[in-house]
């Protein structure tokens, strides 16, 4: 009926490492009836550290079985029966990739004895499987290897059965639970209230220490996600077991949501968020002149010490602002870089550019209009309201610019009527420019998504 496991493995990500050992108890719904143990050789090294906490070495696994080499006999254990494991999410995405990779589809319902404990034998301290054994009476005599830790999982589950008079294993096995996908530490109640709607959302470790800040259009199917595993990188099982509460801050729309995310990751630096730890990578619209002194242009990436006369935050951002500009000002898309093929303009073929790429229009003619272009970046963003979808019906957001400035955000009664700029800024809360939020803007002003732009 049950397959209780634990594994060993080389590290902590599924998609990049492998199993070390593993060991299966089988358990009937009253006692352990059967168990199967085995070292597995991972066809790679083993780190120190791992060595260090299972003493497992290469020198003990390099005469032991490949996986592949035992996958029908690892199934056959596993097979038609309910996988139960202490923080199952780990020992489970770890079988699925061996599995997947020699070709076994394999896909069962799971039990985890975090989770489980945590409703069953609420208030104490730790549910480490070390202190929880410990707490039941419960001796592992051989920590931190697959036989000793599965024994002793598949001891505490029998405890488990025994207590659970409230029908908990029963529910956390329908179909649509949702128990197993979650993060042992979290509350399914607390995910379960999360809304279905735009703003920022922050992971809380059990010191209640914000370890990650995240954005989505739709919280709850975002942070979803995160714990089904379709994100690789939220298949680390180090995050899942730190990630005690969620706690949400609703922003009505993507914009705000962007600048508010940007701004609480360096406010707080969470340790999980890396991406903005590091300079983002940044595109920019440059000026060169050539040699016959027509003012030229290319959409290139931001590097150190470069001076770009604007910046995105994305490639397709800024090449999409461009090509608007070259339409707008008659500019030549051969020399505004945006006709990468070699030969004849393009345009200058079809009749819409003045051939200034053939030499035909004067650089004193041409290099006035592509003045006005460059000119036209800053007018663009001069002192502007950026109005979206607020946060409750009856509300709007609100994001200010000021003479092309990053001001700040926030929120006013839909009946309310923005006229003037002193009028917008009496609405927000200043807040701190940076370059990631600059280009977030200028990205968004590309593509406005159904907001309404008021410029002053």
């Not at 001001?407 to 923005?418: Q, T, V």
């Amino acid at each position: 009926m049950y397959a209780i496991v634990d594994i060993e493995t080389t590290g902590g990500h599924a998609a990049s490492h492998r199993i070390t050992e593993i060991a299966i108890y089988h358990h009937d719904g009253h006692k352990i009836t059967d168990h199967y143990r085995s070292l597995i050789n991972p066809g790679r090294s083993i780190p120190y550290f791992i060595t260090g906490l299972t003493g497992i070495n290469y020198e003990m696994v390099k005469e032991a079985p490949a996986f592949e080499s035992i996958a029908k006999e690892v199934f056959g254990w596993l097979d038609g029966r309910v996988f139960v494991a202490h923080n199952a999410h780990f020992d489970y995405s770890f079988l699925k990739k061996e599995f997947e990779d020699v070709g076994i589809a394999w896909n069962t319902k799971k039990l985890c004895t975090v989770r489980l404990s945590r409703k069953i034998i609420p208030g104490l301290h730790s549910y480490g499987l070390g202190r929880l054994a410990e707490s039941l009476g419960i001796k592992i005599p051989d920590r931190h290897r697959a036989g000793g830790d599965a024994l002793a999982t598949a001891k505490i589950f029998d405890t488990l059965l025994k207590r659970d008079n409230t029908g908990v294993i029963e529910k956390s096995l329908k179909r649509n639970s949702g128990e197993t996908i979650l993060p042992p530490n979290l509350p399914k109640e607390e995910f379960e209230a999360l809304p279905a709607r735009t703003g920022v959302y922050y992971f809380l470790d059990g010191h209640s220490q914000v370890i990650y800040v995240g954005k989505a259009i739709n919280i709850k199917k975002r942070i979803a996600g995160h714990f089904s595993g379709e994100a690789r990188e939220w298949n680390r099982s180090n995050i899942r077991n730190e990630i005690h509460h969620i706690t949400y801050e609703l922003t009505g729309n993507e914009l705000v949501a962007l600048i508010f995310e940007s701004q609480e990751i360096r406010r707080l630096w969470p340790k999980y968020n890396l991406a903005q730890k590091y300079k983002t990578e940044e595109w920019g619209i440059y000026d060169y002149e050539d040699r016959n002194g027509y003012l030229r242009f290319c959409v290139n990436s931001v590097s150190k010490g470069a001076r770009p006369l604007i910046t995105f935050s994305s490639k397709g951002d800024a090449w999409n602002f461009w090509w608007e500009k070259v339409k707008e000002f008659d500019l030549c898309p051969k020399l505004s870089g945006l006709q990468l093929a070699k030969g004849l303009c393009f345009s200058y073929q079809s009749g819409t550019c003045h051939g200034a790429c053939q030499g035909i229009e004067s650089v004193k003619k041409y290099n006035k209009r592509a003045q006005k272009a460059i000119d036209s970046f800053y007018e663009h963003g001069d002192s502007l309201a950026i109005i979206g979808q607020g946060r409750k019906a009856g509300e709007q957001s609100l994001v200010l610019m000021e003479n092309g400035n990053y001001l700040g955000f926030g929120f006013f009664d839909k009946h309310e009527h923005i006229t003037d700029f002193e009028t917008a800024r009496n609405y927000i809360k200043l807040g701190k420019e940076n370059h990631t939020v600059q280009n977030l803007v200028n990205s968004f002003l590309v593509n406005p998504k159904g907001a309404q732009v008021v410029v002053f």
